[in-house]
């Protein structure tokens, strides 16, 4: 079916790499939320696109997070410099109802 | 204060009981709310809306109380595949806030 999709769905690096994440929302759909759950913890609100309208990027810990959307379509979450407190499960979703499976980074 | 807070439980209920959680928020300004379950290691899925007249899905009942803050989570006759981590969702504008979930396992 056409759901979200995100890729990779593991990713291990080492401390100081520069990760990319991708989220495939579902077509069509205008809005779109990037949260990180670390394990055992709730989602943390990172960054949510409107349209062409500027992104909220409240939610984003430090400026090594950085996050893309051309237009209605992909979107990627670049982490810069990670560091072993940015292992988590990173989630987008299309909408608030339909959530990708997930990019889990490892931090090694 | 944190913004949105739920019991995280774990709740242990036989099954067929009838279970109830609690969420608080604390911006009197939230204007949508949303009930979601999160399985262990799986993105979080919308379960239902909640609006203050309340609102029922088969065993599942939702109620908003605007005056108190809270919004609650009803399940009747559960079922061992209720089994979840049930989110609170609090949407302020643009912002849309997860509660850190409550655990329940439903027992045989």
């Known amino acids: 079916g056409a759901g979200v999709s995100q890729s990779p769905s593991n990713k291990v690096t080492e401390k100081g790499k520069d990760v990319e994440l991708r989220c495939d929302p579902i077509?069509?759909?205008?809005?779109l939320y990037w949260y990180r759950q670390r394990l055992g913890q709730g989602l943390e609100f990172l960054i949510y696109f409107q349209g062409n309208s500027a992104p909220d990027k409240s939610g984003l810990p430090s400026d090594r997070f950085s996050a893309e959307r051309t237009g209605e379509s992909v979107s990627t979450l670049t982490i810069q410099r990670t560091q072993q407190e940015d292992s988590a499960v990173y989630l987008c979703a299309s909408t608030l109802r339909y959530f990708g499976p997930g990019t889990r980074l490892t931090v090694l | 204060r944190k913004e949105v807070e739920q019991d995280p439980g774990p709740f242990n209920v036989p099954e067929g009981a009838t279970v109830a959680f609690n969420c608080t928020y604390s911006n009197s300004a939230s204007q949508s709310f949303f009930w979601y379950r999160q399985d262990c290691r799986k993105e979080p899925k919308l379960l239902m809306s909640?609006?203050?007249s309340g609102n029922e899905d088969g065993r599942f009942t939702a109620q908003l109380n605007r005056a108190s803050q809270y919004i609650s989570l009803l399940i009747r006759d559960s079922k061992l595949s209720d089994s979840a981590t049930y989110l609170c969702?609090?949407?302020?504008?643009?912002?849309?806030?997860f509660g850190p979930g409550t655990s329940l396992s439903v027992i045989p």
């Open positions: 969702v609090v949407i302020n504008y643009d912002k849309v806030i």
């Open positions: 077509s069509g759909h205008t809005a």
């Open positions: 909640v609006y203050s």
